[in-house]
């Protein structure tokens, strides 16, 4: 098996079939000297996907199918995938066409000039709201700016990576899964192509705010420490204001007497302080959070159905 193309799935019905068509007249002129497949994992859509991806499946050997239990989101999708491509290369892509299949061969090529991993970073993206864009803006650079491996900004799971990378995947156990900063850390020799992000073909967004808030912490948390440190150093800084201000209070009541009895400076510092704290101990439940996920060592993903018959290669 050369190519394996790993495509999550979650409420896509409008997609499906176009997404299907453009894949195999992409892939099929590749000539790749070995087959390809394409992996279809159905996140627990709510409408007719997996009918579709069932009569697809009927159709073409090439086409296998992931039926997960529930809607486990994107992350976890892909790496079920993961844990059952059989490719030699593996691309990853959206089912909403955001990703044009059409740069599927650039990518080939370039990995094959000796490159493990190919991403495709977006130069532009359209159909999006400015909100949007905006905070997948900041995150990116805030991400870079607070973790000791260089996540590539402005690109999301589109890419290709070959075998050795697929391994070293597979033997990351962590629960709360932020693909493209597993395979950062995994290193190797990466290079990225450029592209303009097309509008979402049919249907709508799989991503909520809130699921983009999960997957912000989770590639935060794990990737960077920064915020532990935040809360430490903001501890020392506020007890250092609390030691002057207990100065201050001192000499004003002792020394020169000009003393007011008053409430706001105490409620305000009481305030802040408390403040602080709440931030803090959030910030340390966010990360115990993840801790006690990974403890518990549930599996990553239940499946209802498959027609793959290879035993998987799970990443735990
Ligand atoms: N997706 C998924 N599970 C989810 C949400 C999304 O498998 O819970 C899939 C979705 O079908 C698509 C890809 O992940 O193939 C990207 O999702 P989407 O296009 O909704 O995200 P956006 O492009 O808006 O960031
Ligand atoms: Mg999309």
Redesign the pocket.
């Known amino acids: 098996m050369e190519l394996s193309v790993i495509?999550?799935?979650?409420?896509?019905e409008a997609n499906i079939y176009e997404l299907y068509r453009r894949l195999l007249s992409v892939l099929e002129p590749m000539a790749l000297p070995g087959s390809f497949e394409l992996i279809f994992?159905n996140?627990?859509s709510r409408d007719q996907s997996l009918p579709l991806l069932l009569n697809l499946v009927a159709r073409d050997q090439r086409v296998r199918y992931i039926d997960l239990s529930r809607?486990?989101?994107?992350q976890i999708?892909?790496t079920a995938g993961i844990d059952r491509a059989a490719g030699e290369a593996v691309v990853i892509i959206?089912?909403?066409l955001?990703d044009p299949p059409e740069l599927i061969p650039l990518l080939y090529q370039k990995m094959n000039a000796g490159f493990e991993v190919v991403y495709a970073k977006r130069r532009s993206r359209r159909g999006?709201s400015a909100a949007?864009k905006l905070t997948a803006r900041l995150f990116y650079r805030l991400l870079a700016n607070i973790t000791q491996i260089s996540i590539p900004v402005d690109t999301?799971d589109f890419r290709i990576i070959s075998r050795k990378v697929v391994e070293g995947l597979r033997q990351m156990p962590e629960q709360n899964k932020f693909i493209r900063g597993q395979i950062s850390w995994i290193g190797y020799r990466q290079t990225f192509i450029e592209y303009d992000r097309a509008e979402?073909v049919g249907g709508?967004?799989?991503?909520t705010y809130r699921?983009?808030i999960r997957l912000a912490l989770d590639g935060i948390t794990a990737f960077s420490d920064v915020p532990l440190k935040i809360a430490t150093i903001s501890g020392f800084i506020v007890s250092g204001i609390a030691f002057l201000v207990a100065i201050y209070t001192l000499y004003s009541r002792f020394i020169s007497h000009d003393y007011e009895p008053g409430w706001p400076s105490l409620m305000l510092s009481i305030l802040f302080m408390g403040g602080v704290q709440l931030i803090s101990i959030g910030i340390i439940g966010e990360y115990l959070a993840r801790l006690s996920a990974n403890v518990r060592q549930r599996p990553l993903y239940l499946i209802s159905d498959t027609n793959i018959t290879a035993e998987p290669q799970p990443s735990r």
């Open positions: 495509i999550p799935i979650y409420n896509e994992i996140d627990g809607n486990f989101g994107h999708a892909v959206d089912a909403d955001q999006e949007k999301g979402r709508e967004t799989g991503y699921k983009m």
